[in-house]
């Protein structure tokens, strides 16, 4: 189980994040929303290790959370890769930095998991689909079994279409694998369909946390109630007739 | 009056990526171009734009970030007047309060520089100026996918709240059918450079006849919450 325990993070002077607190078991999925610099994506630079906290732990089972070695999946799927090596040497790169031997049949189970024929594989990042590129993505943090797998706006760069079948592979994938996922998105749709959890941050602190479901109806403070709202608004919930 | 254009197409590097392209659009309307990435949206709103002007009538178009349309070295002032000079009106001679209220951006200093402000009001500036002079057409091209969820919500009410009982008419280029269809009343479904479906927004939501318009209305949003 990844803890978080009155976590906060210094940028210079300047508090990025405060007293948050967090718990995510294994198999569960934990969605952190929030508007630009909310801080968002240092709460997943301070889990990788990144950033160190000026208070408070991460942990983990236990032992400092970098331990687990911790898989990101990074916004922009081009951008992820070496553009000059082809997918499948970076897809092996966690395998080789870690030193462990790679299961027979893992990269055909994942490849088939995140419907990628192998031979996209023998591609570079500019000569597949930006949807491909994301796939690959994911193939590449999941290659080592992470417990823990963190995705920093994994849909952003995706079409509407892409982005709910990527969310699908991505859920299966974890219903096979068991790992805990941490997502942070600006997606409130995207998080209540796909988490068990909905974290709101805002300015560096805990708006709000729920199960997903309790979120997406009754969310409590008047700024979630605004955010659920803006996900109708722009059509990511629909509300029933 | 209605907006026509015929023939539209174009050709990259040997591909057409949009093929003959004939459009009917009636003032007043609002129309939502959709389909996935790399389907020719925005190819057919820019041939749209450049057809549409070349013929005399007056085209805004806003791009997706705000980045696109204002310079980061010259203020906002400058931007606006800029924006009086190629419509060929005295500067000072929009209407500046009643855009700028409409928007609810009047609180921004335009003699600053576009970061000075937030996106949010960037973005609702770059619509402002599209404005100027009411034109026959406003194309918005993905107008909100640089911004979050509550500017981008927030933005797209003040537009449509705007807009009702205008002439001008408007197209909103999106991937996103969910966004879409709570703005529009006519779809036009993109997909591989060809339009392949065109009709009322509620009957391709529910009648979705190609494989792209049904993909679009399956995956228009995350999930129906129960009332």
């Known amino acids: ?241 | 009056m209605t907006l026509s254009v015929s023939g539209l197409s174009a050709v990259r590097s040997g591909r057409t990526i949009l093929h003959p392209t004939s459009l009917e659009i009636p003032l007043q309307i609002r129309i939502g171009l959709v389909g996935s990435s790399g389907s020719g949206k925005s190819t057919l709103g820019h041939a749209l734009i450049d057809d549409l002007r070349a013929q005399g009538h007056t085209v805004a178009h806003v791009p997706q970030s705000p980045d696109e349309a204002l310079d980061p070295l010259r203020s906002m002032a400058f931007h606006w007047r800029e924006a009086e000079t190629a419509l060929g009106l005295p500067p000072g001679s929009a209407d500046q309060a009643g855009l700028f209220g409409a928007l609810k951006i009047e609180g921004g200093d335009l003699s600053k520089r576009p970061w000075g402000w937030s996106r949010g009001m960037q973005q609702r500036f770059v619509i402002a100026m599209a404005l100027i002079g009411n034109p026959d057409l406003i194309v918005l091209d993905e107008p909100t996918s640089a911004l979050d969820p509550v500017v981008a919500a927030a933005t797209m009410e003040l537009l449509s709240a705007f807009l009702t009982g205008k002439d001008t008419a408007m197209i909103l280029i999106t991937h996103d059918l969910g966004l879409a269809a709570r703005r529009v009343e006519r779809l036009m479904v993109m997909d591989a450079g060809r339009l392949v479906e065109t009709g009322r927004t509620e009957d391709i939501l529910e009648r979705p006849k190609t494989r792209a318009a049904n993909a679009l209305s399956t995956h228009r949003n995350w999930m129906v919450l129960p009332c």
Not at chain 1, 48 to 56: C, F, H, M, Q, Y
Not at chain 1, 113 to 121: A, F, T
Not at chain 1, 145 to 163: M, Y
């Open chain 1, 1 to 241: 189980m990844l803890k978080v325990t009155d976590l906060a993070v210094k940028r210079g002077s300047r508090v990025t994040l405060e007293s948050i607190t967090l718990s995510l078991p294994a198999g569960e999925t934990l969605a952190v929303v929030g508007e630009s610099g909310a801080g968002k994506s240092t709460l997943i630079a301070a889990i990788l290790g990144l950033l160190k906290p000026a208070e408070g732990e991460i942990t983990w089972n236990g032992k400092p959370a970098r331990a687990a070695r911790p898989a990101l999946v990074m916004q922009e799927p081009r951008a992820a890769f070496n553009p000059a090596l082809n997918l499948r040497r970076s897809v092996m790169e966690p395998i080789v930095a870690q030193g462990v031997a790679l299961a027979a049949g893992r990269l055909e189970r994942l490849c088939a998991g995140l419907e990628m024929p192998l031979d996209l594989l023998d591609r570079r990042p500019d000569q597949v689909s930006i949807g491909q590129a994301q796939r690959a993505g994911i193939l590449r943090a999941l290659i080592a079994a992470p417990p823990l797998v963190l995705f920093d706006e994994p849909l952003s760069a995706l079409d509407a279409v892409t982005q709910k079948h990527t969310a699908r592979l991505i859920s299966e994938l974890q219903a096979e694998e068991g790992f805990a996922a941490l997502i942070v998105t600006h997606d409130l749709g995207y998080a209540v369909a796909h988490g068990d959890q909905i974290m709101v941050l805002k300015a560096g602190r805990v708006e709000e946390t729920a199960d997903a479901n309790t979120f997406a109806l009754t969310p409590q403070s008047p700024y979630c109630r605004t955010l659920r709202d803006a996900a109708i608004s722009l059509g990511a919930l629909e509300a029933a007739a």
